[in-house]
C-alpha cells in the first residue's frame, strides 16, 4: 500500500476527463511539511495557529509568531501555505486571553470575534503574517466569519498592519490573498455577499455541521446525528461554491470531510477548487480523484440532492461508489 502511495505522489490530482483538484494539507507544526510533501500535498490549506497560544502564560509577540509562519512559508515554498488568524475559544482550549466561562463557549467570544475585541493582539499576529509573506507564498484567512461586518473590519486592521510596515521599511507581500472559513449557516446564506469581499472562500465542515445541525461536534452521545450526508449539509455547500464560482474565486474545503476518500465524489461534482486534509489522507483521496470522471460526479451530486434524508444520500453513495468511483 505504502509502495502504491509513493507513486501517487508524483502523479497529478486529476480525474480521467482533465479536472484538476488541489490537494492540501492541514498542519500545525513547520515539523509536518516534510511528511505533507511526501504525500504529495501541493501546499498548506489551513495553517491552525491555536498552537502558538496555548499552553504557555502570556501571548507570543510578532517576532515569535514571524518566525514561526516563516519557517513554514519557506519549507513549502513556491506552494502555498494559507494560514489562519487565531481560532480560540469553542472546544478549543483557552489561553493567555482570559476568556471568561461562558454558558455556551461554541458561540461566544472565540475566533475572529475574539480577535476583534482585541485589534492590538490580532494586528500583531497580521504583521506577523504579513512579514512571512516575503519569505514565501502565504495566504490569509480569518474564522468563524458570520457577517461581512467582521470582513470588512478585519481586512481594514490588515491595511492598518500594511500601513505600519511599509512605513517602518519592514519587507511583506503587499498582495497577498485573503480568505475566509465558511463554518457558521449565515454565512452559507449571505455567501453571495461575502464572495465580493474575499479571494476565496474555504469551508470548515467541522463546524459548519455543528453549528447547522446544532450537533455539538465534541457530544459523543450525538454522534449518530452528525451527518455530512445531511441534504441541509449538502445544500449548504452547493450554496457556497455556487457562490463563490460566481464571484471567480475559488472553493475550498479544510474541514475533516475533505479527506474523506467517500465523499470525494461529491465534492468533486460539487465543483470544490481545493481540498486540505491531513497528509497522510491525500494519497487515498487522490486514488478516487484520478479514477473518477467530473461529469459522472456532477450525475451524481444532481441525484444526491434530490433527497430528503443523510441515510438515503449514503445508500445512493454507497451504490454510486462501488459501480462507478
Ligand atoms: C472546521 O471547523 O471544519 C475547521 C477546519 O476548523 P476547526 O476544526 O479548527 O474548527
Ligand atoms: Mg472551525
Known amino acids: ?60 509577540d510578532e517576532e515569535e509568531q514571524y518566525l514561526a509562519y516563516a519557517a513554514i512559508a519557506e519549507k513549502m515554498a513556491p506552494l502555498p501555505v494559507t494560514i489562519r488568524t487565531l481560532d480560540v ?31 492590538e493582539v490580532f494586528k500583531t499576529q497580521l504583521r506577523a503574517i504579513l512579514r512571512a509573506g516575503a519569505r514565501g507564498k502565504v495566504r490569509i484567512f480569518f474564522p468563524m466569519i458570520s457577517g461581512v461586518e467582521e470582513v470588512r473590519t478585519a481586512k481594514a486592521i490588515l491595511e492598518e498592519a500594511k500601513r505600519e510596515l511599509s512605513a517602518e ?10 480568505g475566509i472559513m465558511i463554518e457558521v449557516p449565515s454565512a452559507v446564506v449571505i455567501a453571495d455577499i461575502l464572495a465580493l ?12 455541521i455543528q453549528y447547522s445541525l446544532a450537533i ?3 457530544n459523543e452521545h450525538l454522534a449518530h446525528l452528525y451527518q455530512p450526508l445531511h441534504p441541509a449539509v449538502l445544500r449548504s455547500l452547493r450554496m457556497v461554491v455556487e457562490a463563490a464560482h460566481a464571484a471567480g474565486i475559488r472553493a475550498c474545503m479544510c474541514g475533516e470531510m475533505a479527506g474523506e476518500a467517500r465523499y470525494l465524489p461529491i465534492l468533486l461534482g460539487l465543483g470544490f477548487d481545493e481540498l486540505s ?3 497522510v489522507s491525500i494519497p487515498r483521496v ?10 459522472d460526479a456532477e450525475l451524481l451530486v444532481a441525484k444526491a440532492l434530490t433527497f430528503s434524508s443523510a441515510a438515503e444520500v449514503e445508500a445512493y453513495l454507497s451504490s454510486e461508489i462501488s459501480a462507478r468511483f
Open 197 to 208: 469581499e474575499v479571494d476565496f472562500f474555504s469551508v470548515g465542515t467541522n463546524d459548519l
Open 216 to 218: 455539538d461536534r465534541t
Open 89 to 119: 475559544g469553542g472546544d478549543k482550549l483557552a489561553t493567555d486571553l482570559h476568556l471568561e466561562d461562558e454558558m455556551n463557549p461554541a458561540m461566544g467570544l472565540r475566533a475572529i470575534r475574539l480577535s476583534l475585541r482585541k485589534p
Open 169 to 178: 521599511g519592514i519587507p511583506f507581500d503587499e498582495a497577498m490573498e485573503v
Open 1 to 60: 500500500l505504502e509502495q502504491e502511495f509513493l507513486k501517487l505522489r508524483d502523479l497529478p490530482p486529476e480525474t480521467t476527463d482533465g479536472h484538476r483538484v488541489c490537494l492540501m494539507g492541514n498542519v500545525e507544526f513547520a515539523e509536518e511539511i516534510p511528511t505533507l510533501k511526501g504525500h504529495g500535498g501541493e501546499g498548506v490549506g489551513l495553517y491552525r495557529t491555536e498552537m502558538l497560544y496555548m499552553n504557555r502564560r502570556g501571548l507570543p
Open 286 to 295: 487522490k486514488k478516487v480523484l484520478r479514477r473518477a470522471a467530473r461529469a
Open 277 to 279: 486534509m491531513t497528509g
